[in-house]
T-cell receptor, first 113, second 115 residues
Framework: QKEVEQNSGPLSVPEGAIASLNCTYSDRGSQSFFWYRQYSGKSPELIMSIYSNGDKEDGRFTAQLNKASQYVSLLIRDSQPSDSATYLCAVNMGSSTLGRLYFGRGTQLTVWP | GAGVSQSPSNKVTEKGKDVELRCDPISGHTALYWYRQSLGQGLEFLIYFQGNSAPDKSGLPSDRFSAERTGGSVSTLTIQRTQQEDSAVYLC?????????????FGPGTRLTVT
C-alpha cells in the first residue's frame, strides 16, 4: 500500500515564527517530492519540488529531503498570516507508478498576527 | 502563460443524470491527470493521460466513470448515472515532459453536486 502521511495538525504559529510541516512516505523507490499550498475553496498550488537529499531553499520556504528516513519536510520562515492554508505533501513513487502523485491528507496551518 | 482551465466551475445535477467535465491543460503539456477531492478528504487519483492514451486508469471508482483526451490537449471526464457519492471537486492537472515532468499544475476545479 503506497501511503503518504502528514502530521495532522492543525498547526498554529505566531506571525514571524518558523512553521515546520512534516511528511513520511511508504515507498523507498520514491523519486520526486512536492509541496502544494491549498487555500480554502481553491485548488492546490505547487510551491516546492525536491528531488535530491538535502535542503532546497526558495525565498522563505525550505524543503528538506531524507530518502534514507523516507522523510520530507517544509519549513516556512518568517510566517505571515497569508501563509494560512492547508499544505499538501505529494510524492511520485517511482517509474512503475508513471506520473501519478500520491498525496497526504494535508496539514492546516494558521498564522496569527 | 495561461494555466489549466476547467469548465464548468460548478455543476448541480440530479441523481441518475450524466455529466461531462472539461479540462484544457497548459499549452504544450503532454501529461494530464484527473483527481477528485471530497469535503475534508485528500486528493484521490482518477486517471492519467500521456498524449491521447491513458496508461493508468486505476483510480476510476466504477465503470460509470470514463475519460478521453483528443488531439493531445482537451480532456473530458464523463460520469454516467450520477450518484450522491459522486459529489466532490474534480481537479485536473497537467505536466510537461522532461526533467520536471512530475511537477503538476492544477486547474481551478469543477464542483459537482448531485442532488
Amino acid at each position: 500500500q503506497k501511503e503518504v502521511e502528514q502530521n495532522s495538525g492543525p498547526l498554529s504559529v505566531p506571525e514571524g515564527a518558523i512553521a515546520s510541516l512534516n511528511c513520511t512516505y511508504s515507498d523507498r523507490g520514491s523519486q520526486s517530492f512536492f509541496w502544494y499550498r491549498q487555500y480554502s475553496g481553491k485548488s492546490p498550488e505547487l510551491i516546492m519540488s525536491i528531488y535530491s537529499n538535502g535542503d532546497k531553499e526558495d525565498g522563505r520556504f525550505t524543503a528538506q529531503l531524507n530518502k534514507a528516513s523516507q522523510y520530507v519536510s517544509l519549513l516556512i520562515r518568517d510566517s505571515q498570516p497569508s501563509d494560512s492554508a492547508t499544505y499538501l505533501c505529494a510524492v511520485n513513487m517511482g517509474s512503475s507508478t508513471l506520473g501519478r502523485l500520491y498525496f497526504g491528507r494535508g496539514t492546516q496551518l494558521t498564522v496569527w498576527p | 502563460g495561461a494555466g489549466v482551465s476547467q469548465s464548468p466551475s460548478n455543476k448541480v445535477t440530479e441523481k441518475g443524470k450524466d455529466v461531462e467535465l472539461r479540462c484544457d491543460p497548459i499549452s504544450g503539456h503532454t501529461a494530464l491527470y484527473w483527481y477528485r477531492q471530497s469535503l475534508g478528504q485528500g486528493l484521490e487519483f482518477l486517471i492519467y493521460f500521456q498524449g491521447n492514451s491513458a496508461p493508468d486508469k486505476s483510480g476510476l471508482p466504477s465503470d460509470r466513470f470514463s475519460a478521453e483526451r483528443t488531439g493531445g490537449s482537451v480532456s473530458t471526464l464523463t460520469i454516467q448515472r450520477t450518484q450522491q457519492e459522486d459529489s466532490a471537486v474534480y481537479l485536473c492537472a497537467s505536466s510537461s515532459s522532461g526533467r520536471t515532468s512530475y511537477e503538476q499544475y492544477f486547474g481551478p476545479g469543477t464542483r459537482l453536486t448531485v442532488t
